[in-house]
């Protein structure tokens, strides 16, 4: 079984500041890992995610994050956030090989404030 | 349609009503799950279909939830003698595989009440 830890429920940035949105995971097989964004009222969109390869991954909006095997995590960032950037961030994890579902970490809000 | 539509998108139900929610995937995707996010939570895992088919409904959290999708499309979550703790948005995805590398799309969710 997986589980999901984001370490933050909220993220109150100012506009232009970076940001790094924690996520932490725990598994006892490999596994894939993936960033959703809940923009307010709408539904949950694929950010990023990190299937093999290079460890370094990034979305088409200028986020980033980073998968470190050694510390379980999968960090999202983004060196300076958009007023739009507001949202909540969900970080998932699905077993490798497996046609298991995803499995969501709590969400962390992310609030930029002009 | 273009995304995953989910109907009703509020629902306010009585204590111990019957109710269903419907689930109309993008065309050609072979799976389909269904989530629940309480307030404050991440989505949790219900059940999934491939095809026709539960794969997987691990995630049912008694026997008053029952999910069907007779004709590997459509999909409804049916919860009998609703109880106010099942107040939540209920979320379906699809995605054209199974398989923990296939993007799932999820849509905007039905928000149910339980007065």
């Known amino acids: 079984a997986q589980s999901v830890t984001q370490l933050d429920s909220q993220v109150p940035v100012f506009e232009e500041a970076p940001v790094e949105l924690r996520c932490n995971y725990s598994?006892?097989?490999?596994?894939?890992l993936f960033w959703y964004v809940q923009y307010p009222n709408q539904g949950l969109q694929l950010l990023l995610k990190?299937?093999?390869?290079?460890?370094l991954v990034e979305s088409i909006n200028g986020f980033e994050a980073e998968f470190n095997k050694s510390q379980t995590s999968f960090h999202l960032r983004k060196p300076s956030v958009h007023i739009s950037d507001t949202a909540e961030y969900f970080c998932?994890?699905?077993?490798?090989?497996?046609?298991?579902?995803?499995?969501f970490g709590k969400g962390t809000r992310l609030s930029v404030i002009a | 349609g273009a995304g995953v539509s989910q109907t009703p998108s509020n629902k306010v139900t009585e204590k111990g009503k019957y109710v269903e929610l419907r689930c109309d995937p993008i065309?050609?995707?072979?799976?389909l799950y269904w989530y629940r996010q309480s307030l404050g939570q991440g989505p949790e895992f219900l059940i999934y279909?491939?095809?026709?088919?539960?794969?997987?409904d691990s995630g049912l959290p008694n026997d008053r939830f029952f999910a069907v999708r007779p004709e590997g499309s459509v999909s409804t979550l049916k919860i009998q003698r609703t109880e106010r703790g099942d107040s939540a948005v209920y979320l379906c995805?699809?995605?054209?595989?199974?398989?923990?590398?296939?993007?799932?799309?999820f849509g905007q969710g039905t928000r149910l009440t339980v007065v």
């Open positions: 995805a699809s995605s054209l595989t199974a398989g923990g590398n296939t993007e799932a799309f």
């Open positions: 598994s006892s097989v490999s596994v894939y």
């Open positions: 990190y299937l093999s390869g290079s460890t």
């Open positions: 998932a994890v699905s077993e490798i090989g497996g046609n298991t579902p995803l499995v």
């Open positions: 065309s050609g995707h072979t799976a």
């Open positions: 279909f491939q095809g026709t088919g539960a794969a997987d």
